[in-house]
T-cell receptor
């Protein structure tokens, strides 16, 4: 089954404790991205990747890091989480930019206390 | 800059027709997407428009006017399960930019 998986689905952590949210897709997609979704603000892009070893900042990259060492994986790293990073996070992938629909993972609800 | 506007909330009656509008001002234009998102779930793809006109897909249709920076999503024969948020997203010179979404409530 074609899918995007994220782990963990739910995470409660404390300020400053480094964490990684994993994202994996099994569709051999070139393009992957991370979004955060907050009430009243909609989906905002954090980082995206056009291919292996190619990443770029989205609209809200501060406080986040990503890597794309393999085509299928695109982890999101919070080196020192802060309470303003409490949010719902979605990973997405698509065959490429342009006319291709994005497939979203199930989401990770992160709470930073 | 990028700006995408949609109404925040709409309510419609089961069996009726509803139109959700989206206006956009973006740097460049390569296409416009509509996604559906049920509460607590991931967005799922509904439609894609790159040329002016109407694209019909079952109960859902999407319209685009590039000269006006305007699109709408038309939902016919509304069902209770259509209660969800509908997200307009534009791909321009930067990767996909989403509007804040329109929360649609379908009532009996």
């Amino acid at each position: 089954e074609a899918q995007v998986t994220q782990n963990p689905r739910y995470l409660i952590t404390v300020t400053g404790k480094k964490l990684t949210v994993t994202c994996s897709q099994n569709m051999n997609h070139e393009y992957m991205s991370w979004y955060r979704q907050d009430p009243g603000l909609g989906l905002r892009q954090i980082y995206y990747s056009m291919n292996v070893e190619v990443t770029d900042k989205g609209d809200v990259p501060e406080g986040y890091k990503v890597s794309r060492k393999e085509k299928r994986n695109f982890p999101l790293i919070l080196e020192s989480p802060s309470p303003n990073q409490t949010s719902l996070y979605f990973c997405a992938s698509s065959q490429d930019l342009g006319s291709y629909e994005q497939y979203f993972g199930p989401g990770t609800r992160l709470t930073v206390t | 800059g990028q700006n995408i506007d949609q109404p925040t909330e709409m309510t419609a009656t089961e069996g009726a027709i509803v139109q959700i509008n989206c206006t956009y001002q973006t740097s460049g234009f390569n296409g416009l997407f509509w996604y559906q998102q049920h509460a607590g779930e991931a967005p799922t793809f509904l439609s894609y428009n790159v040329l002016d006109g109407l694209e019909e897909k079952g109960r859902f249709s999407s319209f685009l006017s590039r000269s006006k920076g305007y699109s709408y999503l038309l939902l016919k024969e509304l069902q209770m399960k259509d209660s969800a948020s509908y997200l307009c997203a534009v791909e321009g010179n930067t990767p996909l930019v989403f509007g804040k979404g329109t929360r649609l409530s379908v009532i009996a």
